[in-house]
């Protein structure tokens, strides 16, 4: 099952994260999941942060977050400018994904929409802990 979602997407107002510079100088965009505090929030629900750490913008791309089991979700993400962070709207957990945790495998820029300066970083994977589950509305 895949599920197509419109995002709205909220940019951090800061120009670069302080204190990390961009790691890759060539003229290209390299996007990357950023896993700071986990993507499972009670809710439950998983909350997607990722960040242009090359030099130039990210043009528009998707984003897949995968659940395991219960299918998987494409949101659309606008493009990122080098060294800002996007958060992405959050998605809701599947309640049968809880087995008793739940897989969850993200992927940004999942079409290779965005020539990068790295191709080989653009996924991560998590496990929503079942303590998460109760948090469920039915």
């Known amino acids: ?18 204190g990390v510079s961009n790691l890759f100088t060539d003229g290209d965009p390299d996007l990357v999941l950023v896993p700071a505090a ?13 960040r242009n750490q090359g030099s130039s913008t990210a043009r528009d791309s998707t984003t897949r977050v995968a659940f395991s089991p219960g299918g998987e979700f494409r949101l659309a993400t606008p493009g990122v400018q080098s060294g800002r962070i996007s958060i992405l ?42 303590s998460i589950a109760a948090f469920h509305s039915p």
């Open 1 to 18: 099952v895949v599920l197509f979602v419109a995002v709205a997407v909220a940019t951090t107002g800061c120009e670069s994260i302080p």
């Open 89 to 130: 709207s959050p998605i809701g957990v599947p309640p049968e994904c809880f087995t008793p945790n739940c897989d969850v495998q993200l992927t940004v820029d999942v079409n290779d929409d965005v020539k990068e300066s790295e191709e080989g970083n653009n996924s991560a994977r998590e496990t929503c802990d079942a």
């Open 38 to 50: 986990g993507f499972c929030k009670e809710g439950p629900k998983v909350v997607v942060a990722l």
